[in-house]
């Protein structure tokens, strides 16, 4: 009885696949793609005849597939919608069930919850990576990417400058700020932008204790970095527009005596030249709010336009990025970006020049790290009690003002010392 039962369900489940099958409803995820692709009209034409894309290959990755396809000579891949096909290929995911995925059914125990198991493995949203070498390159990902990376000291860079963005589907991706001095992180409140940023500075610390240093601005009311303040690497920290103003002052003076010095006086192309290890961050949180005073802004494009000479990082993010806030002369002299989801094509335009962020799902801490393209990644999430217990050692003891660091040079003008004035 309990034999006949099982098999009658699972021929059902069969029967109802080539129904789909033979009405012609595309169960695989090539047919998919060209169906999309065709009902979305993107396609070609060659004398006067239209032409679809043709698949070349499909090779096996991690997880999922990849499939190569030809574009038609003219075809402007910037057409193609991600949104689109991952949407497309989702559709009517369970009629993509087959006999051999019930083999593992076993009829000495409840066939139903068996059967619902398979379903609901076969249902899970597939994601996909578009990419363009010559050829339409689209990976269609069985699962989705994990909603959550802890953090892990493991992975820390000790000794280095490059700092762990998050984890791809590939790999963990890292982003240099020797190579890539300043980064822009834009994102909607709530979705990792701060979290990201508490992250990036207790790296900094635990990987560069003695050689990096802080000009920290808070712009909205202290909340993301109150707990940094302390921190004896720490030389400024501002919480509001007016004490803003006079940090990057301050930091732009500083930026000026190193600059003059190692470029201008002894020829070196930067800091990294010239064998000098320490490092200045100007981290900035919330930068919409100083983006209308053009004595900031003239800093901040001075800092993104000379910093790396000099040994100065920007930092600038903004929950409110466009072309007031976030300007051309910021962006142009800024080479990577993180940018979490957005609301609008044209805020994410404004971060990454191009469309995407407005796309993601509403994941916390997913984003799209660009240097020249894009990739998608699950940022780090680390705790604040973790944080605190990290930087606890770095924390100067109470009655202790910030110091001011200032640049005096060696007598032989090779080495400039950072000296510290209480």
Known sequence: MLLTIGSTMIMGYVASYSFLKSHGSPTNDASKIQRIFANAGWVGKEKGEIKTIRLRRKNKITDGMEYVYQL??????????STILEDGINVRQKSGVKLKDFKQVKLNKPI????????????????IELDFDGMLKIKVYNAPMPNEVKFD??????????????????????HDFEDRPHIIVAGATGFGKSQFLKFLITSLIEQQPDNVTFTLIDLKGGAAFQRFK??????????????????????????NGRYEDIVERQGFEDVKEAGIKKRHFVIIDEAADISS????????????????????RLVYATQYP???????????????????????????????????????PEIPGRAIYKRVKQTVVQ??????????QRIKVHIRPKG?????????????RKHPLITEKA
């Open 400 to 412: 202790v003002p910030h110091e001011q660091s200032c640049t005096t040079p060696t007598a032989d």
């Open 293 to 312: 005073d053009a004595t900031c802004m003239d800093i901040v494009t001075d800092i993104a336009r000379r910093g790396r000479g000099a040994g100065d």
């Open 112 to 127: 139903i919850k068996q059967i619902k198991k398979i379903l609901n493995k076969k249902a899970a949203r597939k994601e």
């Open 322 to 360: 466009t072309n007031e806030t976030l300007p051309s002369q910021v962006r142009q002299n800024i080479g990577a970006r993180i940018c979490f989801i957005l609301e609008t094509t044209a805020a994410s335009k404004a971060t990454l020049d191009e469309k995407g962020a407005e796309d993601l």
């Open 230 to 255: 302390d921190l004896k690497q720490v030389t400024r920290y501002a919480k509001n527009p007016e004490e803003a103003k006079e940090a990057l002052k301050q930091a732009q003076e500083e930026m």
């Open 379 to 388: 940022t780090i999430y680390i705790t604040n009690k973790e944080v605190e």
């Open 153 to 174: 000291a493991d992975r820390l860079k000790p000794n280095t400058w490059k700092i762990l963005v998050g984890k791809s589907r590939q790999s963990f991706v890292y």
């Open 72 to 81: 038609p000579l003219g075809f402007d891949r910037k057409k193609v919608d």
